[in-house]
């Protein structure tokens, strides 16, 4: 049986693989509530199921699934691990792997929380700084919605967390896990969410000094904490987002590759100008 999971193939099969292709996804979510119609694990489905169609498209490998991040939702089966641990995690991943002979690294996050994102890009950049074994290694952030012009106009509509689009990728891809009993925050509530996805968050603080460090906890109001219009949903708009994330991100990684191995043998480099600002002051 053919299969593009490092963890299903062996040390012989692995290592055959690797005559092919020196390019790796590394897919990360986490256990986190999706409502009352979505699994804890929606985010993990997504980033496996968006893994294995590129895999397939790409020729490529993919690592176990990371399946710890930060959420910073607090209600019931959501794990929260703080970004640090978890970008310090990808980066040795990235490092043990890199060691063995991979060249081209594709994160592939299931879940969007920004401030796990945020982390994880500089995190890894100053991973790629301090470790010059890393400078011939590619290393992609590749989140489904930047490359599905559909999911991105969803947002656009303020639909967000377990809402239309994540439903309907659920419906899609194993419509068995979801629920009919689609349940909302009271109408107040789901509206602010709908308006500011973060406005599940209680921020609070003993003075107005911006020196201060925040104290960040979860609304009390937030019971269910979807974010946008699950009602919507349908196994075809799952379909066509799938459709345009294999096709666009395939045709972009493709391409970054391409360019990657081209500057490998040149040695040549695009120098970007990070002299525009001084960043101490935006602190």
């Known amino acids: 049986m053919k299969t593009d999971e490092m963890r ?9 693989r690797m005559t092919e292709t020196n390019t790796v996804i590394i897919p990360y979510a986490l256990s986190e509530q999706h409502g009352h119609h979505l699994p804890l694990d929606t985010d993990i489905r997504n980033a496996e199921y968006a893994a294995r169609g590129l895999a397939e498209r790409l020729g ?15 209600l019931p089966g959501t794990i929260n691990v703080k970004p640090n641990t978890f970008s310090n995690m990808i980066g040795e991943i990235i490092e043990s792997l890199s060691r063995q002979g991979f060249r081209n690294f594709i994160i592939l996050p299931g879940h969007g929380g920004s401030e796990s994102m945020f982390h994880l890009k500089e995190s890894l950049r100053i991973l790629k700084w301090l ?3 890393l400078r011939d290694d590619l290393i992609l952030m590749l989140p489904l919605w930047d490359f599905s012009p559909t999911w991105t106009a969803l947002f656009e509509q303020r639909d967000y967390h377990a809402a239309q689009a994540e439903t309907s990728l659920m419906l899609h ?3 068995e896990v979801v629920r009919t009993d689609i349940a909302m925050d009271e109408p107040e509530v ?5 308006s500011n996805p973060d406005s599940y968050q209680q921020l609070e603080s003993f003075t107005a000094l911006k020196q201060e460090i925040i104290q960040t906890s979860q609304r009390e109001d937030v019971k269910v904490g979807v974010m946008g219009y699950p009602e919507k949903a349908s196994a075809e708009l799952g379909a066509k987002i799938e ?7 395939s045709r972009a990684v493709a391409e970054a590759i391409r360019q990657a191995d081209a500057a490998r ?5 695009i120098v970007h100008d990070g002299a525009t600002e001084l960043k101490i002051l935006s602190l």
Not at 8 to 16: F, K, P, S
Not at 190 to 194: G, N, Q
Not at 243 to 249: G, P, Q, V
């Open 243 to 249: 459709s345009e994330f294999l096709e666009n991100a």
């Open 265 to 269: 043998r040149s040695g040549e480099r």
């Open 60 to 74: 490529c490998l993919i690592a176990p699934t990371l399946n710890y991040t930060f959420s910073g939702g607090m």
């Open 8 to 16: 299903l193939l062996t040390v012989a099969e692995i290592r055959r």
């Open 173 to 175: 891809w194993c419509p």
């Open 190 to 194: 789901a509206e602010r969410l709908r």
């Open 131 to 133: 470790n010059p074994s």
